[in-house]
Nanobody, 120 residues
Framework: QVQLVESGGGLVQPGGSLRLSCVAS????????MGWYRQTPGKQRELVAA???????HYGDFVKGRFTGSRDNAKKAVYLQMNSLKPEDTAVYYC??????????????WGQGTQVTVSS
């Protein structure tokens, strides 16, 4: 099993910044991808940043250069630096990890979610 622990959410004013962190533990095996999604009530979960192994990160269209995702493979960690935050960025942010087992089947695990609230 794989566990993901997130941290770094909170309340921030419009235009401010936050940095989210997520660390994986357990039998991660071969990591295929790590990243972040977000969800607001009544809406589907949407991609924020995906960081597949060996490929460039890609972001949701709404990011528009404001967010930067990164990984630390040695720590099995993924980060999301969010700048120029807007009220519409308010959501629960979930990190995820996709791992490959010995038969190259993909397994996706999710963090518990961390609340980000952008408000004055």
């Amino acid at each position: 099993q794989v566990q993901l622990v997130e941290s770094g959410g909170g309340l921030v004013q419009p235009g401010g910044s936050l940095r989210l962190s997520c660390v994986a533990s357990g039998s991660t095996g071969s990591i295929y991808s790590m990243g972040w999604y977000r969800q607001t009530p009544g809406k589907q979960r949407e991609l924020v940043a995906a960081m597949p192994s060996g490929n460039s990160p890609h972001y949701g269209d709404f990011v528009k250069g404001r967010f930067t995702g990164s990984r630390d493979n040695a720590k099995k960690a993924v980060y999301l630096q969010m700048n120029s935050l807007k009220p519409e960025d308010t959501a629960v942010y979930y990190c995820y990890i996709v791992v490959l087992d010995t038969s190259l089947s993909e397994h996706t695990y999710w963090g518990q979610g961390t609340q980000v609230t952008v408000s004055s």
